[in-house]
């Protein structure tokens, strides 16, 4: 069968992807920026990736006219204060594009639903259900509560809290009650899902077999990591309170923390587990879903983060609009150096940040994200996704990266901490020589007034990254 998958490049399509391909069926990928979709090279060749926005009619028409079914896949929330406007276009144009078509299924993913009172998140999801069911397919729509899984929000939000406090004063909301499922059973409900005449015009909650409040989760996640952790809850903590609580102590962006709180503080119990009997399903419980993210973290073998999403940052503006590296009105510091081993020296660079640091002055690098984490900033507790591989988009503390090509010997972050300009790092090593270039565009006098501050420091912390990057030491 011919089937759409729209978020292809997010969390939980890049998981979906393969599973798909495997079950033998011809996948059309759907991309908003085909700079940022890396699928394995296996892949490449058994899919078929066309460029779509869900906010621009006209592109929809990239959309085969032979698909069978489609997967939705796609959330806005905290991208803009508006997304829940954003996300019901993006549904309202997807629906009338399918309408045209002769799809006979689409899948839904959604949160689950069963209160009265939503958040703007949960209502925004609602909303998308609405629209999405007024198509002339049959529609099934799956509600998730937390998922658990390597790279997941969730799974990466507590294990911020649990590795970094051991003794927590919590916001009330961590007494709610919520029902968590592992990435890999969502995946396996998505793919049996599709196609499924059992499944038609329904709505399922999906989750696992515990029914935790969010301090159960947090202590179990601790006991799983030999941690002893001391929770105490106060009542006095108001949502904006919390939101900052949650935006200082974890990677998450403020935004997505300010989402994130109202949705906690809503219940999230499944009705009933009818779609476990209708597709045989036995989902692990949330210890497993725990034990199974570590697996993989220590494998190396995170597929997808939520973290290279834009969601993890406050970027507004077009990605590729920075792609290159400007010149004019700009500050350059360009470092250059012999290197004594090519392989060496790319296998550093594409390993750099996250837990490996920036080889030099790391404390340096460390305060500076802790500035820009009170400053409003992402700051840099993000980390990287992979420890040895960059593409596209991907995250890099508070950097993103703008170009990664390893044959080519050249990467280029794009800054998204909080600055009174724009700034990009490259590095890029031609013939025998590693060139290190930091490049900043400053935005009026504050920002020239910034540049002069830290150029003193560029003068000890790049050189001595650029003298332990060319070091044939591994």
């Given at each position: 069968m011919k089937i759409l998958l729209t978020g292809a490049s997010g969390?939980?399509?890049?998981?979906?992807?393969?599973?798909?391909?495997?079950?033998?069926?011809d996948v059309v990928c759907c991309i908003r920026d085909l700079k940022r979709f890396n699928p394995p090279k296996s892949l490449k060749s058994r899919i078929t990736i066309i460029q779509i926005d869900l906010l621009d009619e006209t592109s929809l028409k990239n959309i085969p006219k032979d698909i069978d079914a489609a997967f939705y896949l796609v959330h806005s929330m905290s991208a803009s204060s508006d997304y829940?406007?954003?996300?019901?276009?993006?549904?309202?144009?997807?629906?009338?594009?399918l309408n045209k078509i002769n799809v006979q299924h689409v899948v839904y993913l959604s949160g689950i639903v069963n209160e009265t009172e939503l958040s703007q998140h949960l209502s925004s999801r609602k909303n998308v259900e609405s629209e999405l069911g007024k198509g002339n397919y049959s529609l099934t729509t799956l509600r998730a509560g937390i998922i658990i899984g390597s790279g997941s929000a969730s799974f990466e939000i507590m294990r911020d809290l649990v590795e970094k406090l051991p003794v927590m004063v919590t916001p009330k909301w961590l007494k709610t009650r919520c029902q968590p499922i592992g990435i890999s059973d969502v995946i396996k409900i998505l793919s049996k899902t599709i196609l499924n005449t059992n499944t038609y015009n329904r709505d399922f909650d999906i989750g696992g077999p515990d029914i935790l409040t969010y301090k159960d989760m947090l202590l179990e996640f601790g006991r799983?990591?030999?941690?002893?952790?001391y929770i105490y809850t106060v009542p006095v903590m108001t949502p904006k309170l919390s939101s900052y609580w949650l935006y200082f102590v974890t990677s998450t962006s403020y935004k997505l923390a300010i989402a994130l709180v109202n949705s906690m503080k809503i219940e999230v119990i499944c009705r009933n587990n009818d779609i476990n009997k209708i597709l045989n399903i036995e989902p692990i419980t949330y210890r497993e879903a725990i034990e199974r993210a570590f697996s993989?973290?220590?494998?190396?073998?995170?597929?997808?983060?939520?973290?290279?999403?834009?969601?993890?940052?406050?970027?507004?503006?077009n990605i590729s609009e920075f792609s290159n590296v400007p010149s004019f009105g700009c500050f350059v510091d360009n470092r250059e150096k012999k290197i004594i081993d090519r392989a060496t020296c790319?296998?550093?660079?594409?390993s750099i940040g996250g837990k490996n640091g920036w080889y030099y002055a790391n404390w340096l690098w460390k305060f500076r994200g802790f500035?820009?984490?009170?400053?409003?900033?992402?700051?840099?507790?993000?980390?990287?996704?992979s420890k040895t591989s960059l593409n596209y988009g991907d995250v890099l503390d508070f950097w993103r990266v703008l170009y990664a090509n390893k044959d080519e010997g050249r990467l280029i972050l794009f800054a998204e901490m909080k600055l009174p300009g724009e700034a990009w790092l490259e590095f890029k090593i031609v013939e025998n020589k590693l060139q290190?270039?930091?490049t900043f565009r400053p935005l009026g006098l504050l920002g020239r007034l910034y540049w002069y501050s830290v150029f003193p420091f560029h003068g000890f912390i790049?050189?001595?990254?650029?003298?332990?990057?060319?070091?044939?030491?591994?």
């Open positions: 969390y939980i399509g890049k998981r979906l992807l393969p599973i798909l391909v495997d079950n033998g069926h829940h406007i954003l996300e019901e276009k993006s549904a309202r144009n997807f629906k009338n594009q799983i990591r030999n941690f002893k952790r993989k973290i220590e494998r190396n073998e995170v597929v997808s983060s939520w973290k290279d999403a834009f969601i993890s940052s406050d970027f507004k503006s790319l296998n550093k660079i594409w500035i820009d984490k009170l400053a409003g900033g992402v700051g840099s507790r993000r980390g990287r996704t290190l270039t930091a790049f050189e001595g990254m650029i003298n332990k990057l060319i070091n044939s030491k591994k």
